[in-house]
């Protein structure tokens, strides 16, 4: 049977594309395509960029899901910061007329909206539907923004009186806030994942795969220096898959790799598999993550990753499975990399087919199972 009407309000970047079809960010919109078949209608509320569309985004398959677009709103500047002010009273005002009728509310943090999103779901909305908060972040950061920091907070009080789903399981972790798996593949991309994956050898040279953003909180500096220390004959391919303000700089550091380095801007979920299914490491050694969910598409294929003990990577990640940088212990990200190419065939193949566990959690199935039994209970 299905529910009535599904609300998610995001900060999702939404576009035009060439043909004027509004794409979203793919993550989120294949998210979206898959619940669509659970809720007679699902509304997203997110930002529509002016911008050109990168080719990450998708369009959004099932009928019933309609876009209310908002301005887009933060930024890095104080200005731009500042500037969400004159935009409250509108996405208010299409929060409140999109959810009339709602069976579920689905609210998306951190980001600069739940400021304001979070007080008015907390005090002002007479609550006739399931509400509940998803904290895409770093549950466990140390040192986050202070906006992150204040919806944290509001949200481990429990202000809003409603369940949070968050990344990692955690020592002391609140009753209302619940471990869920980010959803990003089907049944069948695991079933064509332990295909390749078993058919895949661990013979230098290797092909090593990086996915994110180009820059160095996602540590690709760091990555390239540790490349550069490793034999050089053993790499046959490095795959960037991502953009960033430095590409030009990065790629002008990876000049040491001659041809082998890829450097492809976003691409189309398709071929960020097939990336995967050919690479038999998959680096990552971020300095701050929640959980990236390109850890478990890379885990999809047996790509063994050697990742930062950042977030809650390390409750999916460990030594049985990949290789692990401590960001503040004594190994540098090199000599972890290092180690890693240096590990006999048996050892890897070990880890590349235990890897694939990793990702089984984090199907779309999986994930609706968790709402219903923990979310969706009425």
């Not at 990876?254 to 189309?268: I, M, N, P, R, S």
């Amino acid at each position: 049977m299905k529910r009535k009407k599904l609300v998610v309000i995001s900060h999702t970047s939404h576009y035009k594309n060439a043909d004027n079809r509004i794409v979203g960010w793919g993550a989120t919109v294949n998210e979206l395509n898959f619940l669509a078949d659970y809720w007679d209608e699902v509304v997203h509320i997110g930002c529509l960029h002016q911008e050109k569309a990168p080719k990450s985004s998708l369009p959004y398959t099932k009928a019933n899901i309609r876009l209310v677009t908002i301005p887009p709103f933060g930024g890095k500047s104080l200005a731009s910061k500042l500037l969400i002010v004159t935009k409250i009273p509108r996405i208010i005002r299409e929060v409140r007329k999109n959810s009339a009728n709602a069976s579920e509310i689905h609210l998306r943090l951190p980001t600069s909206i739940g400021l304001f999103l979070l007080p008015y779901f907390s005090f002002f909305v007479k609550r006739n539907f399931t509400f509940w908060v998803k904290y895409a972040g770093n549950w466990h950061q140390k040192h986050p923004p202070l906006s992150y920091r204040l919806q944290r907070w509001w949200l481990k009080k429990n202000l809003a009186k409603c369940k949070v789903t968050i990344n990692g399981y955690w020592s002391n972790q609140p009753n209302h806030c619940l471990s869920f798996e980010n959803p990003c593949l089907t049944e069948q991309q695991i079933l064509d994942g332990v295909i390749s994956a078993k058919a895949k050898t661990f013979e230098p040279p290797y092909v090593f795969a990086f996915v994110g953003r180009l820059e160095d909180a996602k540590g690709v500096t760091n990555l390239l220096t540790a490349l550069q220390k490793i034999p050089q004959e053993i790499i046959k391919k490095v795959h960037f898959v991502g953009d960033g303000k430095q590409r030009e700089m990065y790629i002008k550091k990876a000049q040491f790799l001659g041809d082998k380095a890829l450097f492809y801007g976003f691409l189309e979920s398709e071929t960020v598999h097939a990336i995967l299914k050919e690479a038999h490491f998959f680096l990552l050694p971020s300095q701050s993550e929640g959980f990236p969910k390109v850890i478990a598409e890379a885990a999809c294929y047996g790509a063994i990753p050697v990742v930062s003990n950042v977030g809650s990577i390390t409750h999916y990640i460990n030594t049985s499975n990949g290789f692990i940088w401590k960001i503040n212990g004594k190994e540098s990200y090199s000599e972890v990399l290092n180690i890693a190419v240096s590990t006999d065939v048996e050892a890897l193949k070990s880890k590349s087919q235990a890897v694939i566990k990793v990702a089984k959690k984090f199907t779309f199935f999986e994930y609706l199972q968790k709402l219903k039994e923990n979310i969706l209970i009425a």
